[in-house]
């Protein structure tokens, strides 16, 4: 219980310095959102429109900044987000309800494939020693991960869908999303591409990573016990070693799983798919403060939710982190 | 051992199958739904910029409202300015006079319905107007700073009385400014804040769906210009203009406006006729002088920075050979301004690109290179800024011409990439010393382009905002001469002052205009016909020119 109390209230100072430095950053840059907007229209704005904007964004604050503060902190708290300058007038809450879904789906479900697959191939190359998987995995999975991203999606990209036609070359789905079968399929479908190319791109690190853990602990002493004491093999590699190899990688996930709502900018970009990732790009792009404050905060609470939550799950997983604690 | 592997082979066969056997079903399903789907009519899909998915806001008068990010098919102005050809012609308005310098009064279209089928009436034109005067936020052409007051003068008739005598706000009010319903929008209690999500307007067509991915529009049956003959639009979103350009090279889309470098080879050539590009020129793209700082203050400094640099370099390598260089420094818009031109100054001030008459200038202004590609001059050494946002790779391109053709003549020169927001707040502010930019797109007359540069009122010292004079330049004579053509009556009056104006931008070099801005469009001929042509240019190409693009919807007919 003293464990479980003090990992939250280090989370929760965690949380107050995040919401704190969100608020402070996005002050200290220069720029103007209403003159980007009428850069960002190259001519086809009047002129005399930047100021009917800047009086339209609310621009110039007469509270002082620690009264601005505490405002925000209010605010915060109560879960209003504010007005995007960005997308104006729609409500921050609304521009990120319509990207915060794609997100958590596509790259969801890529960092959970993509961490299953590489760590059960891990577990076979560790496995296998010497055979031809461990062999070609860590190197080819590797290599792939090499290749600047963006560039291997636009390959894949141009391969697969405009020459071969076998995926949709962009956007979510064909006809907004219903609970049907048909609907679900469709957004699995062009989902794949993008999915996959995330996949391919980051499996290697969860491979090697998990290999090496894995052949660490095939080395240690009670592996030999258990094999002495006639286990089979599947069982002492499977429900000992890996359980016990698995542990750093839970953490690299956990935090990967925070990262999510951060969305993939290149891959958004590349397939145009709906996501928090472009969003951000666009609220950075036209110094939406309020939109770019409300998502870095998302990451933030979020990569110290799954923080927390990997904390908790290693506790429950190794005895061990318990007793140094408590 | 044996059964572990066994295992694996099975999971990894079923996991095959299903993956394979789903895919198939996903890949056949979404076909025959939109072969279902298209209406008699045909369908137009279009390719906008990459903007991003969308987000619903159909409020015209907001700066981010699907209509500027893609086209307004749905609200409509009193008048139609023909800007290739320089005529106008009445649409919601059938005539205009003016009964006084100040008084100007409208005479509306009989007939015309809102797309809910209520009638459209003066009562419409005067809520729109003063509803622009109550929320200046909305009034984004700035129309209230000219007008007094406007009234409806029975059902069919507006009144607008301005405060000073002034003419081209006609096409601002008349041209520019979307009508909207007031039996609509008079309940809404923040027009600000409402992003319209149902338009009704008065338009060709109506909004038939929307999603972050696509917007669909279908046509009104009951325009009052008749019903349109393509049955349906479809607008999708991108985010990223590669896999755009990529689709339009195979021909997805019937209306584009991308840049696509080499595009007669990658676009047109292979398409046997049927894909056509014509993005004529319709602003200045060039360099921004900080009048205030020197050596730029010093006319024959500027004169020789116009010699220094190949235009038709910047043109040909900066800009792929689509916006082509201005062949003078008059700031007209050619072709489409041929007739405001002054054909004596047009030819005396070419500025052809001759680097030896840029150093002859120069030492004759008493600039003096030095060792080691130094330069100085009558107030001491010379070493300009030349800034350019990052984000524009042509006008990188361009500016990195530049730099190295003033350098060819020993001015030296160093191009700072720029972020848009500080590249904004810098000319602005006039905290910049050369700045690669544009001016906005051009109006009925260069009058617009020669305001907006040109007007003291839209400059401020240094370190206070300046609105779009960023050069900082102040002439009594060019204000007088802007403001005598905005009041006067006289059309010959109106030429002589033009006239006046593109004498100051030749011989003064208040800015120095490099090649022009283009009006981006391609189109292709394979689905949908009846598209502008350089030969029958009744509107400008590009679908965001408004209401041009309703006049082209209005011609386009299925193959």
Known sequence: ?326 | MHGLRRFLRRLGATLAGAALAGWALALTAPATAAAAALPSGGNLLIAPNPYGPWQANFNPFNPNNMFAQALDPVYEPLWYFDLANNRSYPWLATAYRWQNPTTLVFALRHGVTWSDGKPFTSADVVFTLNMLHRYPALDTNGLWTFLQSVHASGPYGVTVTLQKPNRPVLWYLAGQTPIVPQHLWVSVKNPVLWTDPHPVGTGPYLLSSQSAESIVYVRNPHYWNGMPAVGRISVPAFSDFNAENGQEIQGKFDWAQAFIPNIERLYVAPSRGTHFSWSPPVSLVGLYPNLTAYPLSDPAFRQAIAYAVDRAAVSRLGEDGQEPPVPNMTGVILPFEQSYEDQSLAAQYAYAYSPARARATLRRAGYHAGPGGTLTGPHGSVHLTLQVIGAYPDWVQDAAIVAQDLRAVGIPVTVQDVSVGSYQQNVEQGHFQLAMGGTNNMGPSPWYIFNSVLNSAFTAPVGQTAISNYERFRSAQADALLKDYATTSSSAKQKSDLYGLERIMATQLPIIPLVYGADWAQYQTTQVVGWPTPQDAYALPSMYNWPDDIVILMHLHPR
């Open chain 1, 1 to 326: 219980m003293r464990f479980l109390a003090r990992r939250l209230l280090f989370y929760a100072a965690a949380a107050w310095a995040a919401v704190t430095l969100n608020f402070a950053l996005p002050r200290l840059m220069p720029g103007n959102p209403a003159a980007i907007l009428v850069a960002r229209f190259r001519g086809r704005l009047n002129p005399a429109s930047e100021r009917a904007l800047e009086v339209m964004f609310g621009l110039h604050p007469h509270a002082s900044l620690p009264a601005q503060y505490v405002q925000y902190l209010g605010e915060v708290l109560h879960g209003r987000l504010g007005t995007s300058v960005a997308f104006f007038p729609l409500p921050v809450s609304a521009v990120i309800a319509q990207a915060l879904p794609w997100t958590l789906f596509l790259v969801g479900l890529a960092t959970v494939v993509s961490f299953a697959l590489g760590t059960a191939l891990g577990v076979l190359a560790a496995w296998r020693r010497g055979s031809l998987l461990d062999a070609v995995a860590p190197t080819v999975s590797t290599l792939l991960s090499a290749f600047p991203y963006f560039w291997l999606a636009m390959v894949l990209l141009y391969i697969l869908a405009f020459r071969m036609g076998l995926f949709p070359t962009m956007h979510a789905y064909n006809s907004p999303p219903t609970w049907s079968l048909h609907s679900l399929l469709d957004v699995l479908d062009h989902a794949a591409l993008p999915a996959g190319t995330i996949v391919i791109s980051s499996v290697g690190g969860w491979l090697l990573g998990m290999r090496n853990n894995l052949i660490a602990v095939l080395a240690e002493d009670y592996m030999a016990m258990a094999r002495a004491k006639g286990l089979s093999e599947w069982r002492t590699v499977l429900a000992y070693a890996t359980r016990n190899a698995i542990l750093p990688s839970f953490t690299s996930f956990a935090l990967s799983i925070g990262f999510v709502v951060g969305g993939a900018l290149l891959t958004e970009v590349v397939f145009s798919y709906p996501g928090l990732g472009y969003t951000l790009f666009q609220a950075v792009e036209g110094e939406d403060y309020p939109l770019m404050e409300a998502i870095f905060l998302i990451i933030a609470l979020s990569v110290l939710l799954a923080n927390l939550l990997s904390d908790m799950l290693y506790a429950w997983l190794d005895p061990r982190v318990r007793q140094t604690e408590g």
